[in-house]
């Protein structure tokens, strides 16, 4: 993941002391200042989005560029659609391989990805959003022969 382990420590007890002193969100408080592993948990989670954010502020000209320009296939296209996969994995503290090629090249989705690298929380919370609907509708189900189940599903 690339991620600073001491600042990932830090960022943890920072957490964990805003918990402590009544500065956190409402709701994690108590649980942030009784979890040491849930603290550290949200504390990579977000050191992992904003290395995301910045991958994507740095890259976004050229990634999306090339996957708008691009010819599907070449070497050019999947090198910039792996790294996408990669940086947006970040940001959505995603598995890579998770998000379609379809989510990561979309004219919609790449608007919002160009707002949430200038710092737009709406647009991440667009994208999470966009890239929940992505994972369901290409999840592959195993539903182990129950065809009433799968009826419902259709």
Do not use: H, W
Not at 33 to 44: G, L, S, W
């Amino acid at each position: 993941m690339g991620l600073d382990v001491s600042e990932v420590e830090d960022y943890a007890q920072s957490l964990m002391e805003a918990a402590e002193s009544g500065d956190a969100l409402d709701g994690i408080s108590e649980d942030l200042a009784d979890n040491a592993k849930a603290a550290k948990a949200v504390a990579t989670a977000n050191s992992r989005m904003n290395k995301g954010l910045k991958d994507l502020s740095d890259n976004f000209d050229d990634l999306s560029g090339a996957l708008k320009n691009g010819k599907k296939g070449t070497a050019e296209y999947n090198k910039a659609l792996k790294q996408m996969d990669g940086i947006m994995s970040d940001v959505l503290n995603l598995d890579p391989g998770t998000l379609s090629d379809g989510f990561l090249t979309s004219a919609e989705n790449l608007e919002l990805m160009e707002k949430a690298a200038a710092g737009d929380v709406d647009a991440i919370e667009s994208l999470r959003t966009a890239a929940a609907t992505d994972i369901v509708q290409n999840c592959d189900v195993y539903l182990n022969g129950d065809d009433a189940v799968r009826a419902k599903l259709d």
